[in-house]
């Protein structure tokens, strides 16, 4: 009697392998805590090692309750309050996760001292092992911007990753003189470290002007401008400000800019205020029928009618012949969280053996990751495929991906006419 039969073997795991995707790194000072004795100092987190935290009780039992204040009583120039550990405290408070490093020692006093740590070349080559660190964004904590050579050790770091952007700034608006804030002046500084050869800008992105927050319990004596109670952000904090208020309802390769997904809590105003003759120039938009033409772009903080100041930029620093997928800032982060998934996965399957049913599993961890991406509109479409190797022990594989960038040019006419022509559709 004939027979048939057919069944079913299930290869896929029942986990994931992913890596968290929101966390930033800043490096700054060691808080404070009013508490002075021995058990509470054991709690501290050691100087010099980048530690994760993801909660705010977290990061004051690790890093202090409250920010570094440095006073100088011959110069009250001097004084400061120590921003990075502003931002990661707002960050945790928005939702990001936080790698924080308290530099230096706890002789570490001045801007000066921090600034010379984080501009040295071995304080970013120990950020690059992935197997230990996992970060989403890069920032300097306000310290090291485009005007220190320090700046091209973290776009190296970000690069040699590739699953992460550093986010860059410029000197904050006291340090500027009139001139130099101008958007062809700033330009200018960004141009003259990125160009058409630094293959690290499209790891990284770059913001403009600092900007006044006001946060509970924060204030400032120092803004000339009229301004009372108010603290200056690097514009990078601002994004990330942006950013974290975007993904809590949004993908992370949705760009966390414009009217929709660009508002920044808690903003007063930036330093700078920027129209859209500005806005032209730092974003690279240098002619009149300059349609992307792949300039460099820096991404500038700016009120936008009644909507509000807002990120009114999506661009990385990739400078090249045109504008390419990598040359916005959502792509960049879809790309990292993809590049993260891979890494993750591959670590995990290392050592099991090498043959069809690996590569059934392989897919199963990845094409998850990719239909999410394709269903909420962040690529058009996907493609896996296994290639051929001839070294032993090796598995090679292709992604091809089809992402979808954001619109930033509209090309719209009225015309008018005597009358207007019908058009009848005939079966």
Not at 223 to 250: C, D, K, R, W
Not at 340 to 368: C, G, H
């Amino acid at each position: 009697m004939a027979k048939i039969g057919i069944y079913e073997k299930d290869y896929t795991a029942s986990s994931t392998a992913s890596g968290t995707t929101s966390i930033v790194f800043i490096p700054g000072f060691r808080g404070v805590s009013s508490d002075t004795s021995a058990a509470r100092a054991a709690k501290f987190a050691d100087y010099g090692v980048p530690t994760l935290v993801t909660t705010i009780s977290d990061f004051e039992e690790k890093f202090g309750e409250t920010a570094y204040t440095y006073t100088d009583t011959s110069n009250a120039s001097n004084d400061f309050t120590d921003l990075a550990w502003l931002m990661a405290y707002h960050c945790l408070e928005e939702g990001l996760e936080v790698l924080y490093e308290a530099c230096g020692t706890s002789a570490t006093a001045t801007k000066a001292d921090i600034k010379a740590i984080i501009a040295a070349e071995s304080f970013w080559t120990a950020l690059k092992d992935k197997s230990k660190y996992d970060i989403r964004f890069l920032t300097s904590g306000g310290y090291l911007t485009v005007e220190d050579t320090g700046i091209s050790f973290m776009m190296g770091c970000a690069s040699a990753r590739g699953d992460c952007t550093a986010l860059l700034d410029h000197n904050s608006i006291g340090s500027l003189t009139s001139a130099q804030r101008t958007a062809t002046a700033i330009r200018e500084k960004f141009t003259s470290i990125i160009t058409k050869s630094t293959d690290a800008g499209k790891y990284c992105a770059a913001f403009t002007p600092w900007c006044y927050f006001n946060f509970d319990g924060e204030s400032s004596t120092d803004i000339t401008t009229g301004l009372t109670n108010y603290v200056e952000y690097p514009a990078t904090f601002a994004y990330l400000m942006a950013y974290a208020h975007s993904v809590q309802s949004n993908s992370e390769y949705m760009a966390a800019a414009g009217v929709v997904r660009g508002q920044i809590p808690n903003i007063v105003a930036p330093t700078i205020e920027w129209g859209d003759a500005d806005k032209d120039i730092l974003q690279g938009d240098l002619n009149d029928d300059d349609m992307g033409t792949g300039e460099l772009a820096i991404n500038p903080i700016m009120k936008v009618g009644t909507y509000g100041n807002i990120v009114y930029g999506n661009r990385t620093c990739l400078v090249s012949d045109g504008l390419k997928a990598t040359s916005f800032l959502n792509v960049r982060n879809l790309v990292s969280t993809l590049r993260k998934l891979m890494y993750a996965t591959a670590r995990r399957l290392t050592f099991e053996q090498n043959d069809d049913v690996l590569w059934v599993r392989f897919k199963s961890y990845i094409t998850p990751t990719l239909d999410s991406m394709q269903t909420g509109n962040g690529i058009n479409g996907y493609k896996m495929t296994k290639v051929a190797s001839t070294k032993k022990a090796t598995l090679n594989a292709v992604i091809r991906i089809i992402p979808i960038e954001p619109v930033e040019y509209f090309n719209l006419t009225v015309e008018m006419t005597d009358s207007l022509d019908t058009v009848t559709e005939t079966a």
